[in-house]
């Protein structure tokens, strides 16, 4: 916190150098959001030509954005994408095609890398009386301001990168904002609500190449096939041929959407109050070479260009960024004031607030530095063997001082039996998430690297076998069906893709039916 506050006050300090444009005027697209945000203080600091603590962790997450998609847009195209990749040669430039290869491998990074939670529904909205305490008017409070948990807002970007999982809406989430860092807009196309009042009904997210938008689904882990199965499907294309759709069906279910119902389709754009303001602009105008990072955006420009694709109707800002901020600052005082909710939330996710290798190593894996670091510091894989305590160790934790003394944990002069008790069981949970993540992301880690029959080992045996019921048994498995595939163990592949019941499982019981195709002979 110190630290933000610091960085704040040295770039108002810079700003001081500055002079605001008298003509800015706050994008227009914004007196089109819903009437609860637009009403709200969301967009009061839009204008101001102060940095404020929020504006410095926008920019500590557009950073870390900017890092992972830098290296994971460096990585190997997937071998089936490429004789269709140089097909498009009529249709799309060298850059646009290298912009598609680009956003197939930083999708193909975020279905790897966050495992997909079940999407919960948007909670009926609550009723409270209205200002001034007449009763006899209700005021409906939207349901992120009283912290009850929906569809996409739960968690912010920065925390999704650092947990490795998220609802369908979230990893999409991380896909937009990952190709905005390399310069590829990406939308999240939606249907009309059909509630009351209307909310989009999700659907998946669209690249923006050329005229075309190419069509990425984050539930089903995979892109829509093309015409004859081959390649990354059009919307255009998907209008335009019913059976796209219906191959898409698999095991005597039905796609998620019928095709009769793509008439009217919405195309949501994901932009945050920080990525709208001039003080970023001005930023952003300082950045250039490895340091350039994208800290705006420009919805209108983006609608315009949107709106111009066949099949989509309307382009607005979607409320899922607002939404997440209404949600974290009413969490944030709910942790303050109800033990129970701060004891769940704690358990589920207190271990990546620690300071440990666990979360020093995630920071430095999602920047792409794995192998020892030339100043002579640990990568991700060093940082990761660190934070793997023995598991003997950690089933002595409440009982051996020798072991307590091995993990930093010392009795206070002062310190009560209960509250003493307490902490030990914390260290031991903690120590036994810690062994559980850092096993998977070393996984992950040689996944990454190339060295895919190591991954094999740390996902089956290490994960898998090791924690059977564990936080990534469904990660470890799809993963684990994927290292086969590369590894050309197809059959291996398709009995895990076939058998998933993950909230993935749609998607990877149709990447089942899809590997027979693309493995024939």
Request: charged share 25%; glycine share 8%.
């Amino acid at each position: 916190e110190q630290a933000l506050a610091d960085s704040a006050y040295h770039l108002n300090r810079w700003l001081e150098g500055h002079k605001p444009d008298p003509k800015w005027e706050v994008d227009p697209l914004t007196s089109r959001l819903p009437r609860e945000i637009r009403d709200s203080d969301l967009l009061d600091g839009v204008g101001k030509w102060t940095f404020s603590i929020d504006d410095v962790r926008a920019m500590q997450e557009a950073t870390l954005l900017r890092d992972l998609s830098t290296w994971v847009s460096k990585q190997q195209i997937d071998e089936r994408l490429r004789p269709w990749l140089t097909g498009q040669a009529e249709t799309l430039d060298d850059v646009q095609r290298e912009n598609l290869a680009t956003a197939e491998r930083l999708f193909d990074w975020t279905v790897r890398n966050i495992q997909l939670e079940a999407t919960p529904p948007y909670p009926e909205e609550s009723v409270a009386p209205s200002a001034g305490g007449d009763q006899s008017r209700e005021k409906k409070i939207p349901a992120p301001q009283l912290a009850i948990p929906g569809p996409g807002y739960r968690f912010p970007t920065w925390d999704i990168l650092q947990f490795g999982f998220g609802d369908a809406l979230q990893r999409s989430r991380i896909f937009i904002e990952l190709a905005r860092q390399q310069g590829i807009d990406v939308v999240y196309l939606a249907l009309p609500g059909n509630t009351v009042p209307p909310r989009p009904r999700p659907w998946l997210t669209g690249a923006l190449i050329g005229s075309e938008l190419y069509l990425f689904d984050c539930e089903l882990g995979l892109p829509i096939p093309g015409p004859k199965g081959e390649g990354i499907a059009t919307l255009s294309q998907v209008l335009d041929s019913p059976e796209l759709i219906a191959a898409l069906a698999v095991d005597g279910q039905q796609y998620r959407f019928a095709h009769d119902q793509l008439k009217e389709i919405v195309a949501l754009l994901d932009v945050t109050p920080a990525n709208l303001s001039q003080r970023m602009q001005r930023v952003q105008a300082n950045l250039a070479g490895e340091q350039r990072t994208i800290l705006t955006a420009s919805p209108s420009q983006l609608a315009e260009r949107v709106e111009a694709v066949r099949g989509v109707s309307n382009a607005v800002l979607w409320s899922v960024p607002f939404e997440s901020i209404w949600f974290q600052t009413a969490m944030k005082k709910l942790l303050e004031t109800n033990r129970d909710v701060a004891a769940g939330y704690y358990q589920a996710v207190g271990i990546f607030l620690t300071r440990g290798p666990l979360t020093r190593g995630r920071q430095l894996h999602l920047q792409g530095k794995f192998e020892r670091q030339e100043e002579g510091q640990d990568g991700a894989k060093g940082l990761y063997m660190q934070a793997r305590v023995p598991t003997a160790a950690i089933d002595q934790i409440g009982t051996s001082e020798e072991v307590q003394k091995a993990l930093g944990l010392v009795r206070g002069a002062n310190e009560g039996d209960f509250v003493w008790q307490n902490r030990l069981a914390s260290s031991h949970m903690l120590a036994l998430q810690a062994k559980q993540h850092s096993t998977y992301w070393l996984a992950l880690s040689h996944y990454e690297m190339g060295s895919h029959e190591a991954a094999v080992t740390w996902l089956q045996e290490r994960t898998i076998d090791a924690f059977p019921d564990g936080r990534w048994k469904e990660g470890a498995r799809y993963n684990l069906a994927r290292a086969y595939e590369v590894l050309g163990k197809y059959q291996e592949a398709h009995e895990i893709y076939s058998a998933d019941d993950s909230p993935q499982a749609y998607g990877n019981h149709l990447r089942a039916k899809l590997l027979q195709q693309w493995t024939k002979p």
